[in-house]
């Protein structure tokens, strides 16, 4: 049978509505795919900028919280100013031990891995699955900057996912050396450290540079538990992670086992803070004050700015040892045997620097700054001006004038009748006696004589600012002055009439090492040379044979004695041709020391004892 031809049939036709039909809905799919796209990379966007993340595209970027950094005469630090106390140093400038010790304690992986260590995180996975909670975390040291920079300490997976993209971000856009120097300025290492130079300092009292291999691994240690392995308090766990970091830098072939038992067996000095802040604590806080009044407290304590100051840590040491020993020996001899305070201030006499600046004997006790702070009445210290002032308008040092009493009678009606000290008058009495035996009737007729008004201008040009009694109580030093200024004043009988001013830093940069202005002292002439000369030569006899005999032993030495009503205040102001120093002792609260303390008796043997101190 024969098959059947089919005829071929014609193409169906599509009819226009239909094609459009298609055609639309191909572009809806189109705009909705792109719609769900956008609003899919809208949100991924919003999310990622919900993170805050800091713009760090290189190390400069990285500008974190810094300690401003207080450094003595010679560059050693004593003191930091924080609000997070944190020196941040490049790669280059660190120890090339802290690197090692780090990354094999931490991440022993890091230079290989690109930010997430995927060993690391299954072992931690499975550490965690095992014991049922997270025990481990398998962070990178990349994901501990991440963490630390950019995200909040919540612990939990999304914030997990978040840290392994931002860490993967963040390796390709920073070197390894960037990151790691980041690391190792921002993580906290206990005691308010943060980063390992600021800890450096904190626990051993020297740069990061300075550290040994076993104070390296000491500080590698912390991370895991700052407080739990603190070696200020915890001392055997803080040795038992030692161990374990320098087990791990002979691991990773940094160091070899005998350069690994050796660093362990070597013994650990830490800083003592106490004693660090009873030394330069008055000096320190004094210094802060001045710098919160020139920049600010924010840019203090937050831009790492670098301060070079006057202060001397022998000469230091020196003055505290001296008004610690010297308050106990005016103790003892009192009648309830009370310890008074004292302060001592040492300045370089041709330009004012201080090298020495102790406002108390115990700083953690009391932080007052006797020094500085404590306006107290000065007593017969202050009669070197009247004199001077006396000398400079042309009168003799072998001028007499009445040692005899007399009554002076007051604008209001009300009468004032002066004495000595000792309530003794000698008769006719030159300057030179008068001042040398320190007699308060001869420095009130010689005042009278010279005005009142020409002798504040004198102290005021002296660098004494606080405000002066213009009456002639003036001449037995009523009107209360502070230690420094008062023996700021003396530097023009030390430097030929030109005032040196007292100043205690004498630098200041910024954190990349710019120099900020700092405003220079004023001194210069203020009194005729010649008067300075006889000045001087009267208060050299004060202490060869006058009030001031118990300084006695300094070469070229010359001051004066000072002492207030009921002996509240005892002073002792001295100078050779290179150092001025004042010296006071007292109660806070104004109490009598007690009958014969004297300025002679009591601050004049510290101003001696700190003299022979400094030549030691």
């Known amino acids: ?45 919003a999310w990622f900028l919900s993170l805050n993340i800091p ?72 550490a965690n699955l095992r014991s049922g909670r997270r025990s481990q975390g398998g962070s990178t040291i990349t994901q501990q900057v991440t963490r630390g920079l950019m995200l909040t300490r919540e612990k939990s997976y999304s914030r997990k996912v978040k840290e392994a993209l931002l860490s993967y971000r963040l390796d390709k856009m920073l070197s390894k050396e960037e990151i790691l120097a980041i690391y190792l300025s921002e993580i906290y290492l206990g005691e308010g450290a943060h980063g390992v130079e600021a800890a450096a300092r904190t626990y051993f009292g020297k740069t990061s540079r300075q550290l040994t291999l076993g104070e390296v691994a000491i ?17 055997p766990e803080a040795r038992a992670r030692q161990r374990y970091v320098l087990n791990r830098m002979a691991d990773e072939g940094y160091i070899t086992a005998d350069q690994a038992r050796q660093a362990y067996e070597q013994p650990l000095r830490f800083r003592d803070h106490k004693e660090q802040q009873n030394l330069y604590g008055h000096f320190s806080q004094y210094v802060r004050q ?86 107290r009445q000065p007593g017969s210290v202050f009669k070197p001006l009247v004199y001077a002032t006396a000398f400079a308008s042309g009168i003799s040092p072998e001028e007499v004038i009445d040692d005899a009493p007399f009554t002076i009678r007051n604008p209001d009606g009300s009468t004032w009748s002066p004495g000595n000290y000792d309530r003794s008058y000698a008769g006719p009495t ?31 040009r002296a660098g004494i600012t606080a405000p002066l009694r213009p009456d002639l109580t003036l001449a037995l030093g009523t009107s209360p002055v502070s230690l420094l200024e008062m023996t700021g004043a003396y530097t023009i ?94 109660f806070d609260k104004g109490r009598a020391l007690g009958s014969g303390e004297t300025g002679g008796q009591t601050a004049a043997p510290i101003w001696l004892d700190f003299m022979r101190g400094r030549k030691k």
């Not at 014609?10 to 792109?34: D, F, Q, V, Y």
């Not at 919280?65 to 100013?81: A, H, K, P, Y």
């Not at 094999?104 to 891995?113: L, N, Q, S, V």
């Not at 320190?438 to 008004?453: D, Y």
């Open 430 to 460: 030159t300057l030179r006696e008068g001042l040398v035996h320190s007699r308060n009737i001869v420095a009130i007729r010689l005042l009278k004589r010279v005005g009142v008004k020409p002798v504040i201008r004198l102290a005021q």
């Open 219 to 235: 500080l590698a240690g912390l991370p895991q538990s700052p407080s739990r392995y603190s070696p200020l308090s915890h001392l």
């Open 1 to 45: 049978m024969a098959a059947r031809k089919e005829t071929p049939r014609a193409p169906e036709k599509r009819s226009p509505r239909r094609r459009t039909r298609n055609h639309n809905a191909i572009i809806t799919m189109m705009l909705a795919s792109c719609g769900l796209a956008t609003v899919l990379i809208g949100v991924v966007l």
């Open 290 to 375: 001045l710098l919160e009044e020139r920049y600010g407290r924010e840019k203090l304590l937050r831009e790492g700015l670098v301060v070079t100051t006057t202060i001397d840590p022998r000469l230091q040491a020196e003055a505290l040892r001296a008004i610690r020993e010297g308050t106990v020996a005016v103790g003892k001899r009192l009648p309830g045997k009370d310890v008074p305070q004292g302060a001592l201030v040492a300045l370089d006499a041709k330009n004012g620097r201080v090298r020495s600046l102790v406002g108390g004997s115990d700083f953690g006790a009391s932080p007052f700054n006797r020094a500085v702070q404590a306006n």
């Open 493 to 586: 009988f030390a430097n030929q009439g030109r005032l040196a001013a007292p100043v205690c830093i004498t630098r200041v940069t910024d954190r990349r090492g710019r120099e900020l202005p700092w405003p220079r002292p004023k001194g210069g002439q203020v009194l005729d040379p010649r008067a300075a000369g006889l000045v001087s030569s009267l208060l050299a006899d004060v202490i060869d044979r006058g009030t001031g005999k118990k300084a006695q032993g300094i070469p070229g030495s010359a001051g004066k004695t000072g002492t207030t009503d009921n002996s509240r205040d005892g002073w002792f102001i001295g100078y050779t041709s290179d150092l001025v120093a004042g010296v006071w002792v007292g």
């Open 55 to 126: 713009d760090i595209r290189s190390f400069d970027d990285y500008r974190p919280l810094v300690s401003t950094t207080v450094l003595d005469r010679n560059g050693r630090i004593i003191d930091e100013i924080a609000e997070e106390n944190r020196i941040v140093l490049r790669y280059r400038d660190l120890n090339p031990l802290i690197p090692q010790a780090f990354v094999a304690a931490e991440d022993g992986r890091y230079w290989e891995h690109g930010g997430l260590d995927a060993w690391s995180i299954a072992r931690a996975l499975v």
